[in-house]
């Protein structure tokens, strides 16, 4: 049981880290939300999706390299060709 006194001390070193303590409503440093008298700002992170193509798309261009470093680049030319072309029968 947090005595008055135990009550004070905490609220001392709260306010003494204050400046280390991010606004999770305006993103400012100094306050807590519930003190903020700021508006909400909008912080814009990309969607999962996006995320999770970004990620598939650097793979692939990582295995298009190995694959690059290990034929030459007329063979790997080639070779592209011809998954492009067995990729449009499939569709056609």
């Known amino acids: 049981m947090a005595t008055p006194m135990h009550r ?3 609220r001392r ?3 003494a880290n204050k400046q280390h303590v991010r606004c999770q409503k305006c993103l400012e440093f100094g306050h807590w939300t519930y003190e903020c008298t700021g508006k ?3 912080l814009h992170r990309p969607s999962r999706t996006a ?4 990620a598939l798309k650097e793979k692939e261009n990582r ?3 190995q694959q690059r470093t290990f034929f030459p680049p007329h063979v ?6 011809q998954c492009r ?3 449009q029968e499939k569709k056609g």
Do not use: G
């Not at 995320?51 to 970004?54: W, Y």
């Not at 790997?76 to 060709?81: A, K, L, M």
């Open 76 to 81: 790997y030319q080639h070779w592209r060709n």
């Open 51 to 54: 995320e999770l193509k970004k």
């Open 63 to 65: 295995l298009l390299l």
């Open 8 to 10: 004070l001390i905490a």
């Open 13 to 15: 070193q709260a306010e």
């Open 40 to 42: 909400r700002k909008y």
């Open 85 to 87: 072309k067995k990729d």
